[in-house]
């Protein structure tokens, strides 16, 4: 629904990019977000988007060819054209890794 990022939606955000990051790495989802999820202060919303940006970096890193170059302060205000686009890039990332990963799965068995 790209009208929910029309402007900036902080709280949308922090469940999208939970269940996206949960569904790539149920266990180091778990420990990254032990101490700020849910986020409940400010002083944890800080945290979870720190977490959020440097796990990004991370993947960016290892798929520079798939996922592009995000400033992190995309994450401070997450909201917009540019917001809405890099998360279609990345939600794309994460089914096509679940994919893969399921795909593996079945078939091995």
């Not at 900036?8 to 180091?28: E, G, M, V, Y």
Request: a positive charge; hydrophobic letters at 35%; proline letters at 6%.
């Amino acid at each position: 629904c790209p009208e929910m990022f029309e402007h900036s939606n902080p709280k949308a955000f922090q469940q999208i990019f939970h269940f996206l990051l949960t569904s790539l790495d149920k266990d180091r989802a778990k420990t990254e977000f032990r101490d700020c999820w849910p986020a409940l202060d400010k002083k944890q919303e800080a945290e979870f988007r720190k977490k959020v940006s440097n796990w990004i970096k991370e993947l960016q890193r290892e798929h520079q060819n798939i996922l592009p170059y995000t400033n992190p302060a995309l994450f401070q205000s997450p909201g917009g054209r540019k917001f809405v686009q890099f998360l279609r890039i990345f939600t794309t990332f994460v089914m096509k890794h679940r994919m893969e990963k399921e795909g593996q799965y079945i078939l091995s068995k």
